[in-house]
């Protein structure tokens, strides 16, 4: 007799549909446009833009063409990359897709917190971005605040979500956009040397190597729409034009912006060793708008906290159906009315706090916490591999099943692209082991060491979940809601 | 019972190996570099050691509470290429980690800041992308310095 034959039936929830293109585009672009990109990404000048064109072809169109294959073909499937990582190689490696994507966030979030706690202090007093009492204060309202916003649903968040993103995000690229091109006409001096197409090409050498990969997942989460399928009005028409949607309103912003910086600040003064609102500020006042720099470090907080927001919900709504479907001990697997993961949202915030607490508590974690910020770039190159291996693999195993969304020139298309993501992942991959310039050699071999065994602690989780599976894992009576 | 022992396993396990281990290792190996006043011109010294000739170095300090002082210094490698590197002291513990933790929160996407981070000392150096020739000559100059 099956498992799920033994196991009582279950209760099957059945999400309100509320999401369309606008909305799912915004998810999207919530969780991958980020202002402070660009201060970062003006230091290359004109080779800024060699850079981005890497990222994106390599990485931004594959990603946003497998994502709209593999969401539209498994749309009526809950999940993410764990729906689409799941149908290609199984429950192994749908778990550790999506086990990767949600522990490398639990990694991430103190630098986003501390980002959006010290940029908020740019407005209202800088001295705050050094006092640890109000930086750990922000960050947990922050924290906590966005996940109770996760808590009431998809209704709420989408709200959030649209409208955080065209305030922090959308609105504050335009301004600096603008503002850049008023430089350009206005006759002031463009600080960068006269244009050239060998001004774009990226210096490639071993010192910068390890930025490729940095360069690559620059944007990541052009996936984040796909873990909201089950609440999406029409997702086999609506994904599509919403990936498209995301990725120009994405690379348009953040080329452009990034360029308006690199206009304005001579790259010698480019310096963000105090932050990104110092570039901000500098900018500001280069074209005599100071009074400016305070509302936009308040867009930008609002900006880092819709990121937060994304990248919180959608990979613990995955985590949240691996917990449905048996694959978690069943203290995961609690859903309120709202059809929200209440317990892997309430674990994962207990997590984040205690790291974010050695963060900015624990002066060793501080100093070496780029090292874990390095596993965050393994652990995502080990999800996006899979996801498009599974691309590949789907068009063999599953070669008939319903495409709405069809990656054009058959198998060699599909080859094509999913080839040349996967090869962009490993290579990031691999670069990514190697070290910046600033270490002994004894130091780069525990580096690596490290980097190699924290990414392999925070990715095998899940193998060891599924041997300790039992058929009672799934349960029944644990959600409120309607019953299909 | 079962379920209860299986189910609090499980979460002690992701919690031992999502947070502790890994932290724990980086804190094992990457020992913190102590507070203490490094005197002088660490960053001038060990490139003069190395054999990188010193260019310039213009007065910069950073609006950071705490900042007592730095320098952009401009090297020059045997090629002729120029770079430069942002120096920064600090009177404090406290404020020369508050500092280290602003940037690192200046992550590029997910990944890491562009900059590179030496402390040595109460001091701090960001180190710009593209930099890291020069850098593998000074920094064993550097370690002397530190471990004086």
Redesign the interface.
């Given at each position: 007799m099956s498992e799920e034959a033994a196991a009582p039936k279950k209760a099957v929830l059945t999400p309100p549909k509320v999401l369309g293109i606008f909305a799912l585009a915004m998810i999207n672009v919530a969780a991958v446009l980020?202002i402070?990109?660009f201060p970062?990404?003006a230091?290359?000048g004109w080779q800024c833009i060699g850079w981005y064109i890497i990222g994106t072809v390599l990485f931004l169109i594959p990603l946003s063409l497998a994502g709209a294959e593999l969401a539209t073909m498994l749309s009526h499937k809950g999940g993410g990359v764990y729906a689409w990582c799941k149908e290609a190689f199984g429950e192994k490696g749908g778990f550790v897709a999506i086990f990767c994507e949600w522990?490398?966030n639990?990694?991430?979030f103190p630098?986003?917190l501390?980002?959006i706690a010290?940029t908020l202090a740019f407005a209202l007093s800088?001295?705050l971005?050094?006092?640890?009492i109000y930086?750990f204060s922000v960050m947990m309202i922050a924290f906590w605040g966005t996940t109770a916003i996760a808590y009431f649903g998809e209704n709420v968040s989408s709200k959030f979500q649209n409208y955080g993103v065209i305030l922090g995000s959308i609105i504050p690229s335009i301004l600096i956009i603008g503002l850049g091109i008023w430089w350009a006409m206005s006759g002031a001096v463009i600080v960068l040397p006269p244009f050239s197409i060998s001004q774009i090409v990226p210096?490639l050498?071993?010192?910068?190597l390890p930025?490729f990969?940095?360069v690559i997942?620059?944007?990541?989460?052009m996936e984040m729409a796909g873990f909201h399928a089950l609440e999406t009005r029409n997702p086999s028409k609506d994904y599509p034009k919403a990936m498209a949607i995301s990725a120009v309103i994405i690379f348009a912003c953040t080329v452009l912006a990034t360029l308006a910086i690199a206009f304005v600040i001579p790259a010698?003064e480019l310096?963000?060793?105090?932050?990104?609102m110092?570039a901000i500020q500098y900018f500001f006042n280069a074209a005599h708008i100071p009074a400016a720099v305070a509302p936009m470090a308040v867009l930008i907080t609002v900006g880092g906290v819709v990121s937060l927001a994304a990248w919180l919900i959608g990979p613990a709504k995955g985590l949240g159906v691996v917990a449905e479907e048996g694959n978690?001990?069943?203290?995961f697997n609690r859903t309120n009315k709202y059809g929200s993961p209440v317990a892997v949202l309430f674990?994962q915030a207990l997590?984040g706090t205690?790291?974010s607490l050695?963060?900015?508590f624990?002066?060793?974690?501080?100093?070496?916490?780029?090292?874990?910020?390095?596993?965050?770039?393994e652990l995502?190159c080990i999800v996006y591999f899979l996801v498009f291996a599974s691309l590949i693999k789907l068009r063999y195993s599953r070669p008939d099943a319903p495409r709405p969304f069809k990656i054009p020139g058959g198998m060699p298309g599909v080859w094509l692209i999913g080839g040349m993501g996967a090869f962009a992942v490993i290579f990031a991959f691999i670069v990514g082991l190697m070290p910046?310039?600033?270490?002994?050699a004894k130091?780069t071999l525990?580096?690596v060491i490290?980097l190699l065994?924290?990414t392999f602690?925070?990715s095998?989780?899940p193998l060891?979940?599924l041997k300790?599976k039992?058929p009672?894992w799934i349960e029944t009576g644990n959600k409120e809601g309607e019953l299909k | 019972m079962n379920?209860v022992d299986?189910?609090?396993w499980?979460?002690m396990?992701?919690?031992i190996?999502?947070?502790l281990?890994?932290?724990g290792?980086?804190?094992v190996?990457?020992?913190?570099?102590p507070y203490h006043v490094v005197l002088g011109e660490p960053l001038r010294e060990a490139a003069e050691n190395s054999g990188i000739t010193v260019v310039s170095a213009v007065n910069s300090t950073?609006?950071?509470?705490?900042a007592t002082g730095g320098k952009?210094y401009t090297f020059s490698d045997e090629n002729g290429d120029l770079f430069?590197i942002?120096t920064?002291s600090f009177d404090s513990?406290?404020?020369r980690?508050?500092?280290?933790?602003?940037?690192?929160?200046?992550?590029?996407?997910?990944?890491?800041?562009?900059?590179?981070?030496?402390?040595v000392g109460n001091h701090?150096f960001?180190?710009?992308?593209?930099?890291?020739?020069?850098?593998?000559k000074i920094?064993?100059e550097l370690?002397k310095i530190k471990s004086r």
């Open positions: 980020s402070r990109n970062s990404m230091m290359f522990s490398n639990l990694v991430w630098t986003v501390a980002f010290s800088p001295a971005g050094s006092n640890s930086l210096t050498n071993m010192s910068t930025f990969a940095t997942l620059l944007f990541a989460g010698n310096n963000l060793s105090a932050g990104v110092q978690l001990p069943p203290v674990i997590i205690f790291v050695l963060y900015i624990l002066p060793s974690v501080n100093q070496a916490y780029w090292i874990l910020s390095a596993m965050t770039v995502l910046t310039g600033a270490f002994t130091e525990f580096y490290g065994l924290g602690l925070l095998v989780p060891i979940f300790l039992k009672s | 379920e299986n189910s609090t499980a979460v396990l992701i919690l190996l999502i947070v281990l890994p932290i290792w980086i804190v190996v990457s020992a913190s570099e950073l609006p950071f509470p705490g952009i430069t942002q920064q513990a406290g404020s980690d508050a500092a280290i933790q602003i940037h690192n929160a200046q992550s590029l996407g997910k990944g890491k800041p562009v900059q590179d981070l030496v402390v701090l960001f180190i710009k992308p593209g930099t890291s020739g020069i850098m593998n920094l064993p370690q």
